[in-house]
């Protein structure tokens, strides 16, 4: 299996930054991409941002500039830096990841467990 573990989450005021990091272990052959997506109360989830392992990255038009992706490729390891938050990016992230298990097996997408976000005064 995938395992992917969260960290960085908290209570941030507005103007605020924070720092998500994911990290994937377990049966990993290959990775995609691995990139975030957040869900706020009574809303779908959304992507937020996401990188390739060819360096190649996808941001939500509307984050882009405030929130930046990064990757450890070696680590197995995304973060996401946030600047100057604002009440609507309180949200649970989760992170996720698209990997190959083995070179018999197609990519599948793995997903953590979710870490909160809450930027209020």
């Known amino acids: 299996q995938v395992q992917l573990v969260e960290s960085g989450g908290g209570l941030v005021q507005p103007g605020g930054s924070l720092r998500l990091s994911c990290a994937a272990s377990?049966?990993?052959?290959?990775?995609?991409?691995m990139g975030w997506y957040r869900q706020a109360p009574g809303k779908q989830r959304e992507l937020v941002a996401r990188?390739?392992?060819?360096?190649?990255?996808n941001y939500s038009d509307s984050l882009k500039g405030r929130f930046t992706i990064s990757r450890d490729n070696a680590k197995n390891t995304v973060y996401l830096q946030m600047n100057s938050l604002i009440p609507e990016d309180t949200a649970v992230y989760y992170c996720?990841?698209?990997?190959?298990?083995?070179?018999?097996?197609?990519?599948?997408?793995?997903w953590g467990q979710g870490t909160q976000v809450t930027v209020s005064s």
């Open positions: 377990g049966s990993i052959f290959r990775v995609n991409s």
């Open positions: 990188r390739y392992s060819d360096g190649r990255t």
């Open positions: 996720n990841a698209v990997v190959a298990r083995s070179s018999g097996l197609r990519f599948a997408d793995y």
